[in-house]
């Protein structure tokens, strides 16, 4: 169990149809700037993805991928390193829960952004050591739910209980006052290290936390699908739509293909290309 007296959140269903996305302006920040995962251990998990997972890129932290470390690690101390823009809400609670029911100590470190269903997994850190430059940030459950009016007023309430959970979790780790957390979260709150240690979100603000910026491989295009997504997410469209969008884009034939999506899969230029032509739109 953790160490400290954290709730474990239970009884949240994901509603039928329901839809994840990470916060478009995170998700544009984060893409641009990958850090490299650096050094490991064997007590060392890394979370430098989106939260959930994501088949287009093949990435995403899962819940089960948590659990395994966690298995393997056994009843040990852990380090949890965390450069996520969020995504999956849902995914996010599961994989706190497995953290906060790890037996021994859960040390947090925000790397980059622990933002939306990432800052969710922080709060199960025993301790949260903030890097310069790095944010985490705070906002009421967001997705998308397709249906009727009848669907609409259910989705309401569904959400309504879905923030009441998190601002539980964000409440019993700050121990700041829950009117005051309400409010970070409907303003969609931004802290920096200070202000988040001021507010109880982190302990302390450590400057020997650095990552390296990656250096994408020319030979592959996770890179450039993310930047692509951020494009797009930029311009307001749903997360699903992009999928769908960008599946029917790069699933020609051979043949079919443009030279820079043949064989290799799409070159960085090609991808920069088109997102320069999204922004310009």
């Known amino acids: ?44 998990i890394t979370m430098f993805d989106v939260i959930g997972e994501d088949w287009w890129t093949g990435g995403g932290v899962t819940a089960k991928r948590i659990s395994g470390a966690l298995r393997s690690i056994g009843n040990k101390d852990v380090t949890v390193k965390i450069n996520s823009p969020g995504g999956d809400m849902f995914e996010g609670i599961a ?14 470190e925000v790397m980059g952004w622990a933002a939306s269903a990432a800052s969710i997994i922080a709060m199960a850190g025993d301790e949260i050591r903030m890097g310069l430059g790095t944010f985490m940030m ?48 409907d303003a969609e709150t931004f802290m920096g290290p200070s202000d988040a240690v001021a507010r109880g979100f982190a302990d302390s603000v450590d400057d020997g936390l650095k990552a390296e910026d990656e250096k994408p491989d ?55 290309q088109l997102i320069e032509t999204i922004r310009t739109i």
């Open 138 to 185: 705070v906002h009421n459950a967001w997705g998308v739910v397709i249906g009727n009016r009848h669907d609409m007023r259910d989705a309401a309430e569904l959400f309504d209980g879905f923030d009441s959970a998190i601002t539980d979790i964000y409440e019993a780790r700050t121990g700041i006052e829950r009117e005051e957390i309400v409010s970070l979260m």
């Open 95 to 108: 994989i706190y829960n497995l953290l906060r029911d790890h037996p021994a100590k859960v040390t947090i």
């Open 218 to 272: 020319a030979t592959t295009s996770a890179h450039g699908k993310r930047r692509l997504d951020a494009a797009l997410a930029a311009t307001g469209m749903p997360r699903s739509e992009r999928r769908r969008l960008m599946g029917e884009a790069f699933r020609g034939t051979h043949d079919a293909a443009p030279p820079a999506m043949q064989d290799a899969g799409l070159s960085p230029a090609a991808i920069a």
């Open 1 to 44: 169990m953790s160490l400290r007296k954290l709730p474990k959140i239970e009884g949240i269903t994901r509603p039928q149809n329901f839809q994840w996305d990470a916060p478009s302006d995170v998700l544009a920040k984060w893409a641009e700037r990958p850090l490299a995962a650096g050094e490991e251990s064997d007590t060392t």
